[in-house]
């Protein structure tokens, strides 16, 4: 069992105020692993999340990108994860394309086998230098469905019991596109930071079922990185207006 991390929930008066917390606690995070291990490897999410990352357009580029989930349409399809960052953050500051870790969608008529390319991917970057079971992301930044599925990890669906896999594949997701690859849980919870962003009052009702009251066991409240790693929320004022939780002042 995992020892659970308390998360610091960090609450903004606009979204362009966390945005620009968010691009500082990524860069500082950045730093600090480039300091440490020459290398940053951060996950990210779609949704509404790469949105809350144009504040990091002003600054420098973040390197070796990877997918928490990604839906399987073709790259510049309006449903991909891919694409979606692309348009916010990518086409706007240089990062070499080979540090963008995309799904191999010639492998798209067989998801077990595209997961795996995936899995093999994440091996590459993580395997030489690190032996552990899991690989451990610098930084995996997570959005929030409204019904608390965070990546591809839906309610009720048998991936949260996954515990071996690194990369995973649905072919039922409730919210469409219905064929995804996701990140699982160990490998989230083995992160050094976890960074949830979630935005706006359609959140509200959900961020208070995830952070009041956790032992309902949404998928979003079963992120706890083992220690010591963190857990923080950036979220905006409407989202967490019925939070009970206590917020922090946003501090690095
Ligand atoms: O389908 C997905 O949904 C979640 C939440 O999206 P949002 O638009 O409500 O922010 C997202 O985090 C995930 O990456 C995506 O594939």
Redesign the pocket.
């Known amino acids: 069992m995992y020892t659970s991390t308390q998360p610091i929930v960090y609450s903004f008066q606009s979204t362009s105020n966390l945005s620009d917390s968010l691009a500082e606690y990524i860069l500082k995070a950045q730093k600090e692993s480039i300091d440490k291990r020459g290398r940053f490897t951060i996950a990210?999410?779609?949704?509404?999340?790469p949105k809350t990352l144009t504040a990091l357009i002003k600054k420098s580029g973040v390197k070796h990108i990877f997918?928490?989930?990604?839906?399987i349409v073709p790259l510049d399809h309006e449903d991909s994860?891919h694409k979606l960052a692309y348009d916010t953050l990518y086409s706007h500051v240089p990062i070499p394309s080979d540090n963008i870790h995309t799904i191999d969608l010639s492998l798209q008529n067989d998801l077990e086998e595209l997961a795996d390319a995936y899995e093999k991917e994440l091996i590459r970057e993580f395997a030489q230098k690190d032996s552990a079971r899991f690989p451990v992301f610098d930084l995996i930044l997570?959005?929030?469905?409204?019904d608390g599925?965070?990546?591809?990890l839906f309610p009720g669906h048998e991936l949260l019991s996954e515990n071996d896999r690194w990369v995973a594949f649905i072919e039922d997701?409730p919210?469409p596109p219905p064929r995804?690859v996701?990140l699982t849980f160990p490998v989230i919870n083995h992160a050094a930071r976890v960074a949830f962003?979630?935005?706006g009052v359609?959140?509200a009702q959900i961020l208070h079922d995830i952070l009041d009251t956790p032992e309902i066991g949404l998928p979003a409240a079963r992120v706890r990185p083992v220690a010591p790693g963190q857990l923080v929320w950036f979220v905006d004022d409407p989202a967490s207006a019925e939070v009970k939780l206590a917020t922090s002042d946003f501090k690095l």
């Open positions: 990210i999410s779609g949704g509404s999340l997918y928490a989930d990604e839906r994860n997570l959005g929030i469905g409204p599925h965070t990546a591809s997701s919210k995804r996701t962003v979630a935005t359609g959140k």
